[in-house]
């Protein structure tokens, strides 16, 4: 069974970088698809982007100029960057697993992260 | 942003069936599969059907979905208490080459 586990600052200044981890266990970290999906406090899911085993990656337009991913294979490790946060990018960010199918198989809990002075 | 619209809200009695819409465009659904996901409070969502109507392992018979053109719909039928939960439509988006989610469903059990 895979398990994903995101973690990370909760809180973040305005201007900063917000960066991520998303650590995943118990599975073949090589056959799936790794994507960011964040959702703002009462609000609907939005995705950030995936990358691959191999780094192939895409990222959602709205967010293209200031998002990466990377890839560690040593430690089954997948993170996130976000440049220049602003209030808006306040959310829950989750890690999420596609074995290729094009649905999300596998969740992390999710991680709060605020931006805030 | 959320490209696929859902209605923001659902209801019914135990025992009743609920239907929840998500509309899309040819680029999300025109050939493409849609999943559900069901999120309860505090929790991260979790797949409940994948590829317009299979059920994982696990779901009960009584969540089934459904896909014509550029619509998809899931039903709740048997309502029950512990249904309450968002429910969010999900696609993949060949013009975005990436994921594309419903604005959310809240279904309430009266």
């Known amino acids: 069974q895979v398990q994903l586990q995101e973690s990370g600052p909760g809180l973040v200044k305005p201007s900063e970088t917000l960066s991520l981890t998303c650590s995943v266990s118990?599975?073949?970290?090589?056959?799936?698809?790794w994507s960011w999906i964040r959702q703002p406090p009462g609000k609907g899911l939005e995705w950030i982007g995936f990358?691959?085993?191999?780094?192939?990656?895409n990222y959602n337009p709205s967010l293209k100029s200031r998002v990466s991913l990377s890839v560690d294979k040593t430690k089954n490790q997948v993170s996130l960057k976000v440049t220049s946060v602003t209030a808006a990018d306040t959310a829950m960010y989750y890690c999420?697993?596609?074995?290729?199918?094009?649905?999300?198989?596998?969740w992390g809990q999710g991680t709060p992260v605020t931006v805030s002075s | 942003q959320s490209v696929l619209t859902q209605p923001p809200s659902a209801s019914g009695t135990p025992g009743q069936r609920v239907t929840i819409s998500c509309s899309g465009s040819?680029?999300?659904?025109?050939?493409?599969?849609v999943n559900w996901y069901r999120q309860f409070p505090g929790t991260a969502p979790k797949l409940l059907i994948y590829?317009?109507?299979q059920r994982p392992s696990g779901v009960p018979d009584r969540f089934s979905g459904s896909k014509s053109g550029t619509s998809a719909s899931l039903a709740i039928s048997g309502l029950e208490s512990d249904d309450e939960a968002d429910y969010h439509c999900?696609?993949?988006?060949?013009?975005?080459?990436?994921?594309?989610f419903g604005t959310g469903t809240k279904v309430t059990v009266l």
């Open positions: 590829t317009n109507n």
């Open positions: 040819s680029s999300n659904f025109g050939a493409i599969s």
């Open positions: 990358i691959s085993e191999s780094g192939f990656s």
């Open positions: 999420a697993g596609d074995e290729g199918a094009g649905y999300f198989d596998y």
């Open positions: 118990g599975g073949s970290f090589n056959t799936y698809y």
């Open positions: 999900a696609a993949w988006d060949d013009s975005l080459r990436g994921y594309v």
